[in-house]
Protein backbone atom coordinates (compact mmCIF):
# COMPACT_ATOMS: atom_id res chain seq x y z
CA UNK A 1 0.00 0.00 0.00
CA UNK A 2 1.42 3.53 -1.18
CA UNK A 3 2.80 5.47 1.98
CA UNK A 4 0.79 8.45 1.22
CA UNK A 5 -2.83 6.40 2.36
CA UNK A 6 -0.88 4.72 5.46
CA UNK A 7 -0.27 8.15 6.24
CA UNK A 8 -3.90 9.78 5.59
CA UNK A 9 -5.31 7.09 7.97
CA UNK A 10 -2.54 7.95 10.54
CA UNK A 11 -2.83 11.24 10.36
CA UNK A 12 -7.27 10.98 10.45
CA UNK A 13 -6.55 8.59 13.76
CA UNK A 14 -4.19 10.89 15.42
CA UNK A 15 -5.81 14.37 14.90
CA UNK A 16 -9.82 12.64 15.33
CA UNK A 17 -8.32 10.31 18.57
CA UNK A 18 -5.54 11.67 20.06
CA UNK A 19 -1.98 10.42 19.77
CA UNK A 20 -2.38 8.46 22.99
CA UNK A 21 -5.20 6.27 20.94
CA UNK A 22 -2.76 6.30 17.41
CA UNK A 23 0.02 4.94 20.24
CA UNK A 24 -2.50 2.04 21.52
CA UNK A 25 -3.38 1.30 17.93
CA UNK A 26 0.39 1.31 16.79
CA UNK A 27 0.78 -1.37 19.49
CA UNK A 28 -1.49 -3.51 18.94
CA UNK A 29 -1.27 -3.79 15.37
CA UNK A 30 2.17 -4.99 16.26
CA UNK A 31 3.66 -2.05 13.59
CA UNK A 32 7.44 -1.83 14.13
CA UNK A 33 7.41 2.13 13.96
CA UNK A 34 5.44 4.76 15.15
CA UNK A 35 5.26 6.84 12.01
CA UNK A 36 4.42 5.74 8.04
CA UNK A 37 6.63 7.88 5.94
CA UNK A 38 4.21 8.87 2.90
CA UNK A 39 6.55 8.27 -0.22
CA UNK A 40 7.33 4.78 1.06
CA UNK A 41 5.59 1.37 0.11
CA UNK A 42 4.20 -1.02 2.44
CA UNK A 43 2.74 -4.60 2.66
CA UNK A 44 -0.77 -4.30 2.48
CA UNK A 45 -1.15 -6.16 5.76
CA UNK A 46 0.09 -3.33 7.83
CA UNK A 47 -2.32 -0.93 6.44
CA UNK A 48 -5.26 -4.06 7.33
CA UNK A 49 -3.43 -4.19 11.12
CA UNK A 50 -4.05 -0.87 11.75
CA UNK A 51 -7.67 -0.81 10.73
CA UNK A 52 -8.25 -3.94 12.62
CA UNK A 53 -6.39 -2.39 16.03
CA UNK A 54 -8.27 1.02 15.54
CA UNK A 55 -11.53 -1.16 15.31
CA UNK A 56 -10.71 -2.88 18.25
CA UNK A 57 -9.57 0.06 20.36
CA UNK A 58 -12.52 2.54 18.96
CA UNK A 59 -14.98 -0.27 19.39
CA UNK A 60 -16.22 1.02 15.60
CA UNK A 61 -17.09 -1.06 12.63
CA UNK A 62 -13.98 -0.87 9.70
CA UNK A 63 -16.39 0.38 7.51
CA UNK A 64 -17.08 3.27 10.05
CA UNK A 65 -13.55 4.28 10.42
CA UNK A 66 -13.24 3.97 6.28
CA UNK A 67 -16.51 6.57 5.47
CA UNK A 68 -14.95 8.79 8.90
CA UNK A 69 -11.06 8.78 6.68
CA UNK A 70 -12.90 9.82 3.39
CA UNK A 71 -15.11 12.52 5.57
CA UNK A 72 -11.64 13.64 7.26
CA UNK A 73 -9.56 14.20 3.89
CA UNK A 74 -12.19 16.85 2.19
CA UNK A 75 -12.88 18.30 5.65
CA UNK A 76 -9.89 18.87 7.56
CA UNK A 77 -7.80 21.93 7.36
CA UNK A 78 -4.50 20.13 6.81
CA UNK A 79 -6.20 18.37 3.67
CA UNK A 80 -6.76 21.69 1.79
CA UNK A 81 -5.17 20.24 -1.06
CA UNK A 82 -7.19 17.29 -1.57
CA UNK A 83 -10.34 19.81 -0.94
CA UNK A 84 -9.33 21.98 -3.98
CA UNK A 85 -8.21 18.91 -6.42
CA UNK A 86 -11.79 17.88 -6.20
CA UNK A 87 -13.30 21.06 -6.28
CA UNK A 88 -11.59 21.13 -10.00
CA UNK A 89 -13.93 18.76 -10.46
CA UNK A 90 -16.61 21.49 -11.53
CA UNK A 91 -18.99 24.35 -10.00
CA UNK A 92 -21.95 21.98 -8.96
CA UNK A 93 -21.78 18.50 -7.18
CA UNK A 94 -22.98 17.05 -10.28
CA UNK A 95 -20.29 17.99 -12.02
CA UNK A 96 -17.93 16.74 -9.43
CA UNK A 97 -19.82 13.24 -9.74
CA UNK A 98 -19.18 13.43 -13.14
CA UNK A 99 -15.28 14.38 -12.92
CA UNK A 100 -14.93 11.32 -10.54
CA UNK A 101 -14.08 8.97 -13.55
CA UNK A 102 -11.13 10.36 -13.91
CA UNK A 103 -9.89 11.37 -10.61
CA UNK A 104 -7.31 8.44 -10.73
CA UNK A 105 -5.63 10.11 -14.12
CA UNK A 106 -5.78 13.41 -11.41
CA UNK A 107 -3.99 11.75 -9.18
CA UNK A 108 -1.32 10.29 -10.71
CA UNK A 109 -0.87 13.67 -12.27
CA UNK A 110 0.25 14.30 -8.59
CA UNK A 111 1.78 11.01 -7.22
CA UNK A 112 2.46 8.97 -10.44
CA UNK A 113 3.11 5.93 -8.50
CA UNK A 114 -0.38 6.23 -6.40
CA UNK A 115 -2.92 3.69 -7.53
CA UNK A 116 -6.25 4.25 -6.81
CA UNK A 117 -9.35 2.19 -7.94
CA UNK A 118 -10.98 2.40 -11.21
CA UNK A 119 -14.16 4.17 -10.43
CA UNK A 120 -16.74 5.17 -12.95
CA UNK A 121 -20.05 7.14 -12.54
CA UNK A 122 -23.20 5.94 -13.94
CA UNK A 123 -26.25 8.15 -14.19
CA UNK A 124 -29.77 7.75 -13.78
CA UNK A 125 -33.05 8.36 -16.07
CA UNK A 126 -33.67 11.17 -14.56
CA UNK A 127 -30.84 12.88 -13.62
CA UNK A 128 -30.55 12.79 -10.07
CA UNK A 129 -29.56 9.30 -9.50
CA UNK A 130 -26.41 8.03 -9.70
CA UNK A 131 -24.10 4.82 -9.56
CA UNK A 132 -20.52 4.95 -8.46
CA UNK A 133 -18.85 1.88 -9.25
CA UNK A 134 -15.08 1.48 -7.44
CA UNK A 135 -13.57 -1.21 -8.87
CA UNK A 136 -9.83 -2.70 -7.63
CA UNK A 137 -7.77 -2.55 -4.53
CA UNK A 138 -7.51 -1.37 -2.22
CA UNK A 139 -10.29 -3.20 -0.52
CA UNK A 140 -12.43 -0.68 1.51
CA UNK A 141 -11.88 2.38 -1.24
CA UNK A 142 -15.74 2.31 -1.77
CA UNK A 143 -16.07 3.21 2.27
CA UNK A 144 -13.62 5.88 2.13
CA UNK A 145 -15.55 7.37 -0.91
CA UNK A 146 -18.66 7.42 0.64
CA UNK A 147 -16.97 9.54 3.49
CA UNK A 148 -15.95 11.68 0.40
CA UNK A 149 -18.98 12.53 -1.37
CA UNK A 150 -20.98 12.64 1.80
CA UNK A 151 -17.63 15.85 2.93
CA UNK A 152 -17.89 16.79 -0.92
CA UNK A 153 -21.43 17.21 -0.91
CA UNK A 154 -21.50 19.49 2.19
CA UNK A 155 -19.03 21.50 0.80
CA UNK A 156 -21.44 22.37 -2.20
CA UNK A 157 -24.27 22.61 -0.30
CA UNK A 158 -26.12 19.56 -1.59
CA UNK A 159 -28.32 17.50 -0.15
CA UNK A 160 -27.38 13.73 -0.83
CA UNK A 161 -28.26 10.17 -0.54
CA UNK A 162 -25.81 7.51 -0.51
CA UNK A 163 -26.33 3.94 -0.17
CA UNK A 164 -24.20 1.19 -0.82
CA UNK A 165 -25.65 -1.49 -3.36
CA UNK A 166 -24.47 -5.23 -4.58
CA UNK A 167 -22.10 -5.06 -7.12
CA UNK A 168 -19.93 -7.61 -8.87
CA UNK A 169 -17.41 -9.02 -7.36
CA UNK A 170 -14.07 -6.99 -6.69
CA UNK A 171 -15.92 -3.68 -7.07
CA UNK A 172 -17.52 -1.60 -4.43
CA UNK A 173 -20.80 0.14 -5.41
CA UNK A 174 -22.70 3.65 -3.90
CA UNK A 175 -26.10 4.92 -5.42
CA UNK A 176 -26.68 8.39 -5.06
CA UNK A 177 -29.10 10.13 -4.94
CA UNK A 178 -29.09 14.20 -5.34
CA UNK A 179 -32.06 15.34 -3.18
CA UNK A 180 -31.33 18.94 -3.30
CA UNK A 181 -28.75 20.86 -5.27
CA UNK A 182 -28.94 23.84 -3.28
CA UNK A 183 -29.98 22.46 -0.19
CA UNK A 184 -27.28 25.66 1.47
CA UNK A 185 -24.64 27.56 1.03
CA UNK A 186 -21.89 24.96 1.05
CA UNK A 187 -18.12 25.96 2.08
CA UNK A 188 -16.06 29.19 0.31
CA UNK A 189 -14.13 28.01 -2.76
CA UNK A 190 -12.05 30.17 -5.41
CA UNK A 191 -10.08 28.88 -7.52
CA UNK A 192 -7.31 31.18 -6.73
CA UNK A 193 -5.82 29.37 -3.23
CA UNK A 194 -4.70 31.74 -0.66
CA UNK A 195 -1.17 32.60 -1.02
CA UNK A 196 1.76 30.37 0.19
CA UNK A 197 -0.74 27.20 -0.41
Known sequence: MHGLINRSLECF??????STVWLDVVSRANLPFDRFEAMLDYDDRLTYAVLMAASDRLSKPRETLLEDLGTYLVSNPNNESLRRLLRFGGDTYIEFLHSLDDLNG???LALSE???PRMTLH??????????????????FGRVMRGVLRAMADDYGALVLLKDIDGETGCEEIAITLVQSRFSDGRDFRLAGPVGV
Open 114 to 116: LEL
Open 123 to 140: GGRDGNDFRLVCKGPPRG
Open 106 to 108: RAK
Open 13 to 18: LRDTYG
